[in-house]
């Protein structure tokens, strides 16, 4: 049985216009990328036979389940597609449950991907003290992701009642984040803040406590350190990145030998050692990885714990507490931003760059 999904087949009842723009921009001219993403749903199983239509209309959604399937098959990941919930029921090294939620943009007052511009590319290229919407772009994220969390967290109740669920499985949440036009450079900076409290602040150039923010626009309080107690001890680890877009397609594309390089990607990696930024040029020389821009999120709280070991086999940043003390682990410096462009930057703009991210 081929179970290959055709994703780019035109559907009946679907007009071009209806078609999400992203969709169509991979569909007619990228076509190696087309090819990296036809590859890694080989073997995925659309269990309720609407992935396709929401993947050609809506988009995201789809396209970060198809990430994490890769990125667990090429983990040596197998799955149990025999039941039709959570996303994915990982029965290989271990059984897992992980539930895909795709963090989007406020649909009442949030501004338009169609409306990215230059500005906004070239700011992937400033760091957090540069960043004059800084602030506005964390607590947007935080109240983007803490109602994706919120949501799945409630969902857990409704699982653990299914007869193939025993209760004892590690449960995770995995938070692709599409929440706001410039989510490429939100990082982990959200996250700390909504599951631990540390809230970052780039002109002290420190995390701070927090115990919540007010969500944008509204005086609703919305807390922070949703890992710090027990009441999200359903939540075993969320998985996450805010750095899987096309532009991941194009950076793979372009770490692979297979084909010539058409756009010049540049990934800002950070290092927890001064200097903080350091630019990648993309290339098979000098790849980007699969689970690189991952990261993985564990609950000290969590009643059924994450292995470590999982995912210490892949580029995905770690962070966890032990004995106190907040750990970040790795085999590689995590992406702080990944910039996309037609053509390379000259050496001396490169140096320039460098400069301007690290001063």
């Known amino acids: 049985m081929n179970r290959t999904l055709n994703l780019f087949e035109q559907l009946k009842g679907i007009d071009e216009e209806k078609l999400n723009a992203k969709f169509k921009t991979l569909r007619n001219n990228l076509f ?66 992980v539930e895909a939620v795709a963090s989007e943009i406020n649909k009442v ?10 500005n906004d590319t070239s700011s992937m290229l400033l760091p957090p003290h540069k960043q004059l919407d800084f602030f506005e772009v964390l607590d947007e994220a935080i109240t983007r992701y803490s109602n994706s969390i919120s949501k799945k967290n409630g969902k857990y109740k409704e699982y ?28 982990i900076y959200p996250m700390m803040a ?16 927090k115990t919540f ?4 626009g509204t005086d609703v309080n919305i807390p922070l350190g949703l890992f710090r107690d027990k009441k999200f001890n359903d939540i075993s680890a969320i998985l996450f990145s805010c750095t899987m877009t096309l532009g991941k ?3 793979l594309a372009n770490s692979s030998e297979e084909w010539p390089e058409i756009n010049h990607v540049v990934n800002i990696r950070h290092d927890f050692e001064e200097p903080h930024y350091k630019l990648q040029e993309v290339s098979p020389e000098n790849p980007e990885f699969l689970t690189d821009g991952l990261f993985v999120f ?15 086999q892949t580029n995905a940043l770690q962070v966890y507490i032990q004995d106190g003390e907040m750990l970040f682990e ?11 462009a037609f053509f390379p930057f000259p050496k001396e703009e490169l140096d320039r760059i460098a400069l301007n991210l690290n001063s």
């Open 298 to 312: 564990h609950n000290p709280y969590a009643k059924n714990k994450l292995d470590l070991n999982l995912f210490r």
């Open 249 to 251: 397609l194009t950076s």
């Open 109 to 118: 007052n949030g501004r338009s991907e169609s409306t990215r511009n230059v």
């Open 32 to 97: 190696r990328e087309k090819l990296i993403l036809e590859r890694w749903t080989e073997k995925f199983e659309d269990r309720d036979n609407k992935l396709i239509k929401e993947f050609q209309q809506t988009f995201h959604s789809s396209f970060w389940e198809f990430y994490l399937y890769a990125v667990f098959t090429e983990m040596g990941c197998k799955f149990d597609f025999s039941k039709n919930r959570p996303d994915f029921i990982i029965d290989t090294p271990s059984r897992i449950l």
């Open 330 to 340: 790795g085999e590689n410096l995590p992406i702080y931003a990944r910039h996309n």
């Open 160 to 187: 653990v009642k299914c007869p193939w669920v025993s209760g004892d499985e590690p449960y995770v949440i995995a938070v692709g984040s599409y929440a706001q036009v410039n989510y490429g450079r939100e990082y």
């Open 194 to 209: 909504l599951l631990f409290g540390e809230y970052y602040d780039p002109l002290q150039k420190k995390y701070i406590d």
């Open 213 to 216: 923010i007010k969500k944008p």
